[in-house]
């Protein structure tokens, strides 16, 4: 069955360090986006991407970066962990090429604690 | 910045009784999503509206979409504790992004 997958599934760095959080998706969706999830802000979107060589900045991407090689995958990266970027993450993908009614499926979630 | 305000950010109720929870945007959408998380889970899509005043059924889930296009709510009948869980709104802006701009949720508790 197609899905999508989140590793690692927990994550503990120190301050400093640079963190990649994986994301594939063997749906063949065009469409993938990065998102943080912290008490009292639902889901806020930090970086996206509609196809290969795509990506673009959300709301919250300051600190984080992306590349899109190829379909299935978009790895997020924390250049630099800080203590304020101890969140939940959650990778999500859509089909369709721009925009679309589509759906977005999530993953199953990135828990990262920066000390 | 656009944003998608929900409220309320918390409800409790007992088994059996009722519960909304309503979604405003400083801007028209061009549609509207909902989104269920459970606890310790990632979100799952529900439902998506479209049109001006769309009204939709789920079993006991009811979603709306006014008639300007800023503002949504989903009702549910009799509430039961697999209701439990956090109902998220995520507005488009237009149909040339695959953006979505998420509600900061509504977490449900209900006492059986």
């Known amino acids: 069955d197609a899905e999508i997958t989140q590793s690692p599934r927990h994550k503990i760095t120190e301050t400093g360090r640079q963190v990649t959080l994986a994301c594939h998706q063997t749906w063949n969706h065009n469409n993938m986006f990065w998102y943080r999830q912290d008490l009292g802000h639902g889901l806020r979107l930090i970086h996206y991407s509609y196809g290969v060589q795509d990506t673009n900045k959300g709301e919250v991407s300051d600190g984080y970066s992306v590349s899109r090689s190829n379909t299935e995958d978009l790895p997020l990266t924390l250049e630099s962990a800080a203590s304020s970027q101890t969140s939940v993450y959650f990778c999500?993908?859509?089909?369709?090429?721009?925009?679309?009614?589509?759906?977005?499926?999530f993953g199953p979630g990135t828990r990262l604690t920066v000390l | 910045g656009q944003q998608v305000m929900q409220i309320p950010q918390y409800q409790h109720v007992q088994e059996g009784e009722d519960f909304t929870t309503y979604c405003n945007s400083s801007?028209?959408?061009?549609?509207i999503q909902w989104y269920k998380q459970r606890p310790g889970g990632h979100p799952v899509f529900l439902i998506q509206l479209v049109k001006s005043g769309e009204v939709k059924k789920q079993k006991r889930l009811t979603f709306q979409f006014g008639e300007a296009k800023k503002n949504s709510s989903l009702h549910i009948t009799a509430t039961q504790t697999t209701d439990v869980g956090t109902y998220f709104c995520?507005?488009?802006?237009?149909?040339?992004?695959?953006?979505?701009?998420f509600g900061q949720g509504t977490t449900l508790q209900v006492k059986p």
């Open positions: 801007t028209t959408l061009s549609n």
């Open positions: 999500a993908s859509s089909p369709g090429g721009l925009g679309g009614y589509n759906e977005q499926f």
């Open positions: 995520a507005g488009r802006l237009s149909s040339n992004t695959g953006k979505l701009i």
